[in-house]
């Protein structure tokens, strides 16, 4: 079992950023890849970036990438999303997921492989 609870959530101008940490509890979270996804007001949720459990990959949406960076640390049980360059189009609530152990690589860019979701915190990029 992963419980997992979000931060960093906030009120940003565009061209800002902001850092969203995932902490997690349970010594598992070192065996599962990660990621975050996040929903907009009347959207669905959507994948935004993923890294596997040894960070030796990362897989980012084509709207984000370039601009956010995701890492982890197995020691603190925490993974992070640097957000850069922000922009109003970002504006969403941001959830942190774990995968099922099963799964890894590219399929950390669908929502299914995720077993395990936070709480999520509010990101609001204003213009």
């Known amino acids: 079992q992963v419980q997992l609870v979000e931060s960093g959530g906030g009120l940003v101008q565009a061209g800002g950023s902001l850092r969203l940490s995932c902490a997690a509890s349970?010594?598992?979270?070192?065996?599962?890849?990660m990621g975050w996804f996040r929903q907009a007001p009347g959207k669905e949720r959507e994948f935004v970036v993923a890294i596997t459990w040894n960070s030796d990959n990362t897989y980012y949406s084509d709207s984000v990438k370039g601009r956010f960076t995701i890492s982890r640390d197995n020691a603190k049980n925490t993974m992070y999303l640097q957000m850069n360059s922000l922009k109003p189009e970002d504006t969403a609530v941001y959830y942190c997921?774990?995968?099922?152990?099963?799964?890894?690589?590219?399929?950390?860019?669908?929502?299914?492989?995720?077993?395990?979701w936070g709480q999520g915190t509010q990101v609001t990029v204003s213009s």
């Open positions: 997921a774990a995968a099922n152990t099963l799964y890894s690589g590219s399929t950390l860019t669908n929502n299914w492989a995720y077993v395990y």
């Open positions: 349970g010594r598992t979270f070192s065996r599962h890849g």
